[in-house]
């Protein structure tokens, strides 16, 4: 039935043949009464989650989870669905809603699911003819400590022939219809202990015919009935919740149990259901559905308030008893010392005790770090704690009493127990210092000249005493200066000076520019040879050194070869670079000049030489600002 | 033109860190801390020792961040013979002062006394053999991974004006050192926030298999103080943590007595 209604989900979504996942909800039914229910479901089709879904909490608790997996072949194409089931359980009445949630799909989708709402009929507090009541036990209790819970079913009585029946109709043909009773916390809530709710059910003697239905135990040979339960009943004369005095039948129901672990726990109501008879109404009969209030339980360690020094973390009722071997021993000799601890209670949870604290344990040295003896066993009802002690000195005739604290919860006070003294035979050591065979575990025999000294091993250092250590310090962070210095400012630099590098390769590589950038030092050389050949009245060389500084600047400046230049060249060179007109006729004279002067019959005068050394200094100034 | 004021900002600012300032040291603390030093040393009675503790413990509460005092608390604690918080302590000293030699020493001789000893699974052996970096402190890992990359980009500096094949060589082994050292350092700090390390202090701690005292217990006895363990999840007051030798269980966060079970260093 529930692969065809899964088939017909997916036909009718289409979902099989699309190819992403597709998220449904729902709720099974979707009406219900309190303390009943309902199966919240959540399908995945064509699709998988990456992990097992969480519902949001609210106002109802959250049962066993099941999950399915199924897969299909509708006309060759293969469709599957993912199913995850929950049981769920109002606690209270009206509407509930379960919100819509977000799941994760393994294809890494987010998906959201709708919100799903379902009726929870509301029980009424009580009915003048039938109601329940319920002894809660006290709000505050302590672990171990027993409680029993009380329910007491009133049903108002018939009047005349029918006063001692039940009053509960009977079908047509004959069988009774008592109520049916749910009891959430019957088998046992959450941190708390019970007897067995299977014997705990049989004890109440389940009827075929008979009796309150109770959280809807099966009965019968084969288990296909509803087992119930004739309560005891006794007839009383009270108040009804309406305020009007009638005969009643009392049903009682309890239920004992012991609280287990620490916390604030709240136990829901009982609600019983079905029809009661009602005199003077046709159909002599009438539908009821009645609920008690819940009630909340803390769970408390026991009180601080005169806890013993021996307590430690005994509750119940516990005896002590010891062992110990040897019994005949010198000084400084150890002594196994088993402390068996014995009694109903949290034995799992019982720390050691420190013997040293014990006054009486004084002669001995003890090393309070017991083993955990193998009788360790709590279905035994029994723990072992076994301790190593020496004796000190020789005077101690006994192995003293062991006092052990518990904390006994139906008295709820902390009660402490001893166990027997045992006789213990010391003698004194020979040869050695007892002090020293007690404080001391290897005695070093004396050293031998040249020996190499070994570390003891033992023993913690020294405490830091300087006031450095008030100075609060930063935890350490990836994120701080190192990184700054070491990991970044080192990779910047080397891009800065690559940058840099790179560039001056591409500025200083090229000769052309190179020739360029040093043509001015060149003309300037030159035009120092040609003061000095002037100022040793040698016109030839003047004049040389006087065209060549010109012709080399101009052919340096503009990548020309400079043996090879003309001035046809240098004029056009000129004009292309946009000189004026006048600076390049001035040029030009000046080379020509030079050439003329250098191949001339006569000689200049000197007055003649710097003349033309000053104009050939202004065409070079010229020169400069315009190349 | 401002972003490069704000970078010589920064780099200034880390160049000249902010000293620590000493205006934590007042009269009142230094009293204390020397009385709790004298409690300790000369203490003949566990009333004396609790109170050196709770000197200590008051001067850490007050917000005083320092590997020494966390080391003095943990001595303390040992000479209390409670082997559990001194653990705890002296973990807490070493994250705060890696390397200190005192500190390794009582930490080294605390493990060395506990009951249980867990010996990492085989496959862990092998891989701690082959990866043995990553069983070097953080800090160090960190430091030496920092070192490495900065000798990278010297090392490529110098390659630009004298092109070596040795020089080559050696920047790419310091690269590769510096990647490995690096990854190992992030894997710890993740490791280290995503399951955070925690000393069991209750003297004895039973182990579950699930979150309830209904589960099967993990060891056939309690496990005693001083245990280092990882937390892998928490639930409803229990924690699910991982022991060194790689099985894993549920405590409770508190014993019935409302003290701490385990703590987080």
Not at chain 1, 39 to 61: C, D, H, M, R, V
Request: glycine fraction near 6%; hydrophobic fraction near 40%.
């Amino acid at each position: 039935m529930r692969k065809i209604v899964t088939l017909c989900l997916m036909l009718l979504t289409g979902a099989a043949t699309l190819g992403g996942a597709e998220i449904r909800t729902k709720a099974e039914p979707e009406s219900i009464d309190l303390n009943d229910s309902f199966q919240y479901q959540l399908n995945i089709i064509n699709g998988k989650l990456a992990e097992t879904p969480s519902l949001p909490k609210g106002s109802y608790t959250i049962g066993r989870l099941s999950s399915g997996f199924q897969s299909y072949n509708l006309y060759g194409r293969e469709s599957f669905i993912q199913t995850y089931s929950w049981s769920i359980t109002p606690t209270q009445g009206g509407r509930i809603t379960i919100p819509a949630f977000q799941v994760k799909t393994d294809d890494g989708a987010t998906h959201k699911t709708r919100a799903v709402s379902v009726t929870v009929r509301s029980a009424q507090p009580w009915d003048p003819r039938f109601f329940m009541e319920l002894t809660p036990p006290k709000e505050t209790i302590y672990p171990q400590q027993t409680f029993t819970l009380t329910l007491n079913i009133y049903a108002a009585r018939m009047p005349g022939r029918m006063t001692s029946d039940d009053p509960f109709p009977k079908t047509q043909r004959g069988a009774p219809v008592w109520p049916t009773l749910t009891i959430p916390w019957l088998s046992g809530p959450k941190g708390f202990k019970a007897s067995d709710y299977n014997e705990y059910l049989n004890a109440l003697k389940p009827q075929t015919f008979k009796g309150f239905t109770i959280n809807n135990v099966s009965g019968g040979f084969f288990g296909q009935t509803k087992a119930k339960f004739p309560l005891t009943r006794k007839a009383i004369n009270r108040k009804g919740p309406d305020g009007v005095t009638r005969d009643y039948l009392v049903y009682t129901l309890s239920r004992t149990m012991m609280a287990a672990e620490f916390g604030s726990y709240t136990f829901p109501g009982v609600t019983a259901k079905n029809y009661i008879l009602y005199p003077d109404r046709d159909p002599p009969y009438k539908e009821i559905f009645v609920c008690t209030p819940p009630f909340s339980v803390r769970v408390i360690p026991p009180p601080e308030e005169n806890r013993p020094a021996t307590y430690t973390g005994g509750i119940g009722n516990f005896s002590i008893t010891t062992k110990a071997t040897p019994t005949k021993v010198n000084v400084g000799t150890p002594i196994s010392l088993e402390i068996h601890f014995q009694g109903r209670g949290n034995l799992a949870t019982i720390a050691p005790l420190v013997l040293s604290d014990q006054e009486a344990f004084a002669p001995f040295k003890v090393y309070d770090d017991p083993q955990v003896g193998d009788l360790n066993n709590p279905a035994a009802r029994k723990k072992v704690y076994i301790y190593k002690i020496r004796p000190t000195t020789d005077t101690v005739t006994e192995i003293p009493r062991v006092a052990f604290s518990f904390f006994e919860p139906v008295k709820e006070t902390y009660q402490t127990v001893y166990s027997e003294p045992i006789p213990l035979s010391v003698k004194k050591s020979e040869g050695v210092g007892d002090a020293t065979i007690v404080t001391q575990n290897n005695t070093s025999p004396r050293k031998k000249e040249g020996q190499e000294l070994k570390s003891t091993g033992r023993g913690i250092q020294a405490d830091h005493s300087s006031l450095n250590a008030l100075v609060s310090q930063t935890p350490f962070t990836p994120l701080g200066p190192p990184l700054i210095w070491l990991g970044l400012l080192p990779a910047l630099l080397y891009a800065a000076t690559a940058v840099f590098v790179t560039w001056h390769r591409k500025a200083h590589g090229d000769p052309l520019k190179k020739r360029a950038r040093e043509a001015g030092a060149r003309a300037r050389r030159k035009m120092a040879a040609a003061r000095k050949a002037i100022r040793s009245n040698d016109a030839a060389a003047c004049y040389s050194h006087l065209g060549a500084c010109l012709k080399g600047y101009i052919a340096d400046r503009l990548g020309l070869s400079e043996h090879g230049v003309t001035n046809a060249q240098i004029r056009d060179c000129l004009a292309g670079k946009d000189q004026s007109e006048e600076t390049i006729a001035s040029v030009l004279a000046l080379l020509e000049q030079c050439d003329a002067a250098r191949f001339s019959s006569t000689a200049p005068t000197a007055a003649a030489m710097q003349q033309e050394q000053a104009k050939a200094e202004q065409c070079l100034t010229a020169l400069r600002k315009a190349l | 033109m401002k972003i490069f004021a704000l970078l010589s900002t920064i780099l200034l600012a880390s160049l000249f860190p902010v000293p620590i300032s000493a205006a934590d040291i007042t009269a009142d603390r230094a009293a204390r801390f020397q009385a709790a030093l004298t409690q300790a040393r000369e203490a003949q009675t566990r009333e004396a020792l609790e109170g050196a503790i709770q000197n200590f413990q008051s001067l850490i509460d007050e917000g005083i961040v320092n590997g020494h005092l966390y080391y003095n608390l943990g001595n303390a604690y040992y000479r209390l013979d409670d082997l559990g918080y001194a653990i705890l302590n002296w973990r807490r000293a070493q994250s705060l002062c890696p390397g200190d030699a005192d500190i390794e020493r009582n930490l080294a001789f605390g493990r060395s006394e506990r009951r249980e000893q867990f010996k990492p699974p085989d496959s862990q052996q092998v891989l701690n053999l082959l990866f043995f970096w990553h069983q070097w402190p953080a800090t160090t890992r960190y430091w030496l991974a920092l070192s490495a990359l900065a000798l990278f980009w010297c090392l490529l500096l110098t390659r630009l004006f004298v092109r070596k094949a040795l020089l080559t060589l050696s920047s790419i082994l310091c690269l590769a050192l510096a990647l490995a050292l690096a990854v190992s350092t992030f894997l710890s700090f993740h490791d280290r926030n995503q399951h955070p390390p925690a000393v069991l202090v209750a003297p004895q701690t039973h182990v579950y298999r699930g979150n309830s005292t209904t589960y099967e217990e993990v060891f056939t006895e309690p496990v005693h103080a001083g245990a280092e363990v990882k937390i892998i999840e928490n639930r409803d007051g229990w924690l699910r943590i991982a022991f060194p030798n790689g099985e894993n269980g549920w405590v409770r966060e508190m014993d019935p007595l409302g003290q701490p079970v385990i703590v987080e260093i």
